[in-house]
């Protein structure tokens, strides 16, 4: 059976750091890319970061390029996002997907955790 979970977020003050954890049963998360996306309320679900399955690589969106990064651990079956110097703007529900390569829009990804919460808030 298929699982695939986020874990990791929380409150943290403007400046702060979170790592975002997401790990995945019944599949094999190196043989895929994997997306971290974002969504505030009312707002559109956002790409902020992938990583592809072939040679690492690695994408960020503009808003988060240079505080975020993206990075797997096959062994573990993990896919982490560091975030550092966050930001009230970075509050949102944030997921983890899963597809065959990056892709810049959530529809051509298959496997979606739940999400988590992050909140940057004084």
């Known amino acids: 059976q298929v699982h695939f979970a986020e874990s990791g977020g929380g409150l943290v003050q403007p400046g702060g750091s979170l790592r975002l954890s997401c790990a995945a049963s019944g599949f094999s998360l190196s043989d895929y890319a994997i997306g971290w996306f974002r969504q505030a309320p009312g707002k559109e679900r956002e790409e902020v970061s992938c990583?592809?399955?072939?040679?690492?690589?690695?994408y960020y969106s503009d808003s988060v390029k240079g505080r975020f990064t993206i990075s797997r651990d096959n062994a573990q079956n993990t896919v982490y996002l560091q975030m550092h110097s966050l930001k009230p703007e970075d509050t949102a529900v944030y997921f983890c997907a899963a597809t065959w390569r990056c892709f810049p829009t959530a529809r051509e990804y298959i496997y979606w955790g739940q999400g988590t919460q992050v909140t940057v808030s004084s």
């Open positions: 990583i592809s399955v072939t040679d690492g690589s690695s």
